[in-house]
């Protein structure tokens, strides 16, 4: 069995129950709600730590963001190693092509002429995701109520 945080954390889900889902897609809004708010407290705990520590603290919590996360992807249905690997390539590509990179005079990261944003959106199609059914499946707007 792999290591990867995907790999366990899925073991986790079907260990307890938890939603799994296969294919990208909009979940219940009291589900969505809910992982959201798991990991809003895993965030704040990391920044309770963040500063004064202690360093296995700050590793514990930082460990509980990255678990929680891939446990909404997975309740979503977002392979989210092909995510990550296309946030990497597009990071990757502020690179200019001799290898140099370009900054701000504080220090930020420039993104040069070769830059190519990611594209989640395509990403997420590639896992199966039509955005399509995911609008019909929405509540409909205020104004459309009258
Ligand atoms: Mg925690």
């Known amino acids: 069995m792999s290591s990867s945080p995907a790999a366990l954390v899925r073991q986790f889900h079907r260990a307890f129950g938890l939603d ?48 929680v996360a891939y446990g909404t992807a997975l309740v979503h249905g977002i392979d989210l190693d092909e995510v990550i690997a296309e946030i990497h390539r597009a990071n990757m590509s502020k690179l200019g092509p001799d290898g140099q990179v370009a900054r701000r005079a504080d220090g930020k990261v420039l993104k040069g002429e070769h830059y190519r944003a990611p594209d989640v959106a395509a990403v997420l199609r590639a896992q199966g995701w039509d955005p399509e059914a995911d609008d019909r499946g929405r509540p409909a707007e205020s104004s459309d109520r009258g």
């Open 20 to 67: 799994v889902r296969s294919t990208p897609a909009q979940v219940p809004p009291q589900l969505a709600a809910h992982r959201g708010e798991l990991l809003a407290e895993e965030a704040a705990e990391v920044a309770e730590v963040s500063v004064g520590g202690p360093l296995d603290h700050l590793a514990h919590e930082l460990a509980d963001v990255v678990y």
